[in-house]
């Protein structure tokens, strides 16, 4: 049994640098900017076609799991951009004066944090919006330390290459545990309302379907993985720790594949570590060199399948849901 992969997207990958077009849909008047909004009235309720003459306010997003999570809490009241282009490497990503124009003409900004984005610190700089609302939707979430061991295959300046965010400030691939989404999911939300409170009821609505769709989709990891305990796991891509700790799986290491081929003494080397672990199952991704990996699973007699880290795909807010099924069929099936 090879490969489940199906999950994915690049060949649907739409790549629209700018997502601004099709969200230009004209809002109902909205109320903004009006000061000392607190309180549980609705007496702004955007559908009362307020007097006031403000603008929607623009939010922009970093990457696609932000721009996702920002889409589906604002709806079509605003307009929400994504920086980097769906299929974009977000971990090497090099910000561009695009970027810089964006930022500077935005009202909000929605990031992961945890250090992903480590491309923003000068592109803010430049931007020189002094009104600018930094939204950092993992905010108060406790990030993990790289806990995977990881085997070194790869040629060390590689290696300490890929690896750069991630020890700056903890593991940043939350998004990809459902719970944790639906926390990033109230940052923004929160977020949002804080910049524009004259939308507080429909962004709580908005916020509450969402959180509800992944309410559910956390019940089905749970049922369908509680039967796999400790499902023991190697990744090429330090990005399931959350999850791996969320439905009591594991990521044991994290194999870093050099750029040409492996070398014998590095399928040694990964051999060794399969056996010491007792590794179940080997998850590469798109965009890795799948013959290698091919190969690798061969020579470690394991099925190599695909995960989706969801750093590209589709810009449908819903994609969030499509892939992490198609992740937990991949788990199931690499588990059992
Ligand atoms: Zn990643």
Redesign the pocket.
């Known amino acids: 049994m090879l490969a489940t992969a199906g999950c994915n997207q690049s060949n649907s990958t739409v790549t629209p640098a700018r997502q601004g077009e099709e969200n230009k849909v004209s809002p109902p008047a909205l109320v903004g900017t009006g000061a000392g909004e607190v309180g549980l009235s609705d007496r702004n309720s955007l559908t009362s076609g307020s007097s006031s003459q403000s603008r929607p306010i623009e939010v922009v997003t970093t990457f696609l799991p932000m721009y996702w999570f920002t889409k589906a809490v604002a709806g079509n009241l605003v307009r929400v951009e994504v920086l980097l282009p769906p299929g974009t490497e977000?971990?090497e990503y090099q910000a561009t004066p695009k970027d810089v124009q964006a930022i500077a003409q935005a009202d909000v900004l929605v990031k992961n944090g945890l250090g992903l984005e480590e491309f923003l610190e000068n592109t803010i700089k430049n931007a020189r919006n002094t009104q600018l609302k930094q939204i950092e939707a993992s905010r108060g979430i406790k990030p993990l330390q790289e806990i995977s061991p990881v085997v070194e295959v790869a040629d060390k300046a590689d290696r300490d290459h890929k690896h750069e965010h991630e020890h700056s400030a903890g593991n940043?691939?939350v998004w990809l545990d459902p719970i944790l989404a639906i926390e990033q999911v109230e940052n923004i939300r929160d977020g949002l309302i804080a910049a524009d409170p004259g939308n507080k009821v429909t962004y709580q609505a908005n916020a509450a379907a969402y959180i509800q769709q992944l309410q559910a989709l956390d019940r089905e990891f749970q049922q369908r993985l509680q039967q796999y305990p400790n499902c023991t796991f190697v990744t090429f891509?330090d990005?399931y720790p959350y999850l791996a700790q969320r439905y009591q799986l594991k990521q044991v290491a994290v194999v870093q594949i050099p750029e040409d081929q492996l070398s014998p003494g590095d399928i040694q080397k990964t051999i060794s570590t399969v056996k010491q672990y007792k590794v179940k199952a080997l998850f590469g991704e798109s965009g890795t060199d799948n013959k290698l990996l091919k190969n690798l699973s061969q020579d470690l007699k394991l099925n190599l399948s695909v995960l989706d880290?969801l750093?590209s795909g589709s810009v449908d807010p819903q994609h969030y849901f499509t892939a992490m099924k198609a992740n937990l069929q991949t788990l199931e099936a690499a588990c059992r």
């Open positions: 977000v971990h940043p691939h891509h990005a880290s750093e």
